[in-house]
């Protein structure tokens, strides 16, 4: 019941009721991210097929994502005050060019629920600043996110000055975004692609379990 209600919530954009929602089903026992994944995700997607079925358009799914957005932040602050450690540390970040980052946040909050340290570097990621993070935080991952196909292949630039820099072994990568795909992965030199936010989960625990 309280999972339609945020679900509804995020579709219909009301962003006056989403943490006194979010904030209930915690109280009802409900983890951070069943409410993410079943709550704040189900009702993005649930707009996102509004959109496609041509119902809404760009002002609604904004206030969607503007709505999902305060419950995530809202959630991941409760987050922090919770978690003693941390199962490793990823840099995420939406690449240079691009400025989408709704499904982002949900990778990023995904992962932070699971017990990861997400360290977020917003959207229009340059690679240098990817480059730079990872002798500033030392992370094991850098996700990469993209929905453009103009903008795509600048997660091959990250991978490839990585590189040159000797940075390769330090760290894995993993990539996703509508618009890219595991065989864009492979061929880009990723460790890994997954298509949405729980897979994003598994994946980064098989790549830290792997390093
Ligand atoms: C909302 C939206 C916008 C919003 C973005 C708001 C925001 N804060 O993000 C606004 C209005 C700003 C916008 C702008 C533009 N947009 Co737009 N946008 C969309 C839209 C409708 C939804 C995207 C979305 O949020 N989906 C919901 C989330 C939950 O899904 P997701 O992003 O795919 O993320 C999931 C997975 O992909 C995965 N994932 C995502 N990232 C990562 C990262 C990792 C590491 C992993 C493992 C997984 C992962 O997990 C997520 C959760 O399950 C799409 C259409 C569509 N159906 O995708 C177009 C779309 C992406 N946009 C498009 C375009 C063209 C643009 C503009 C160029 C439009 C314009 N002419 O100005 C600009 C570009 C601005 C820029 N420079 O980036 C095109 C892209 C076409 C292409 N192939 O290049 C699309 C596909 C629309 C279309 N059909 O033409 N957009």
Redesign the pocket.
């Known amino acids: 019941m309280c999972m339609e209600e945020i679900a509804a919530a995020v579709c219909e954009g009301d962003d006056d009721n989403i943490v006194d929602l979010c904030r209930m089903a915690l109280e009802g026992g409900a983890t951070p991210s069943c409410i993410i994944k079943e709550g704040l995700?189900a009702g993005?997607?649930r707009?996102?097929e509004f959109?496609?079925s041509g119902e809404y358009f760009?002002p609604e799914?904004?206030i969607s994502?503007m709505t999902l957005?305060k419950g995530l932040d809202y959630l991941v602050g409760c987050l922090e005050k919770e978690s003693g450690f941390w199962r490793g540390c990823i840099v995420?970040g939406?690449v240079e060019?691009?400025?989408?980052?709704?499904?982002?946040?949900?990778?990023g909050a995904?992962l932070q629920a699971a017990g990861f340290r997400v360290i977020d570097l917003g959207?229009?990621v340059s690679a240098e600043r990817f480059i730079e993070s990872v002798g500033i935080y030392k992370p094991d991952i850098i996700?990469?996110?993209?929905?453009?196909?103009?903008?795509?292949m600048n997660m091959e630039t990250v991978i490839r000055r990585l590189s040159d820099r000797g940075l390769r072994d330090q760290v894995k990568v993993?990539?996703?975004?509508?618009?890219?795909n595991q065989r864009f992965a492979d061929r880009i030199g990723a460790d890994?692609?997954?298509?949405?936010?729980?897979?994003?989960v598994l994946?980064?625990e098989r790549l830290i379990c792997a390093s």
Do not use: C, P, R
């Open positions: 995700t993005m997607m707009a996102g959109f496609d760009l799914m904004l994502s957005q995420i939406t060019g691009d400025t989408h980052d709704i499904g982002k946040n949900l990778v995904m959207i229009d996700a990469m996110s993209a929905l453009l196909s103009t903008t795509m993993m990539i996703g975004g509508a618009v890219v890994g692609y997954s298509e949405n936010a729980s897979q994003a994946l980064a």
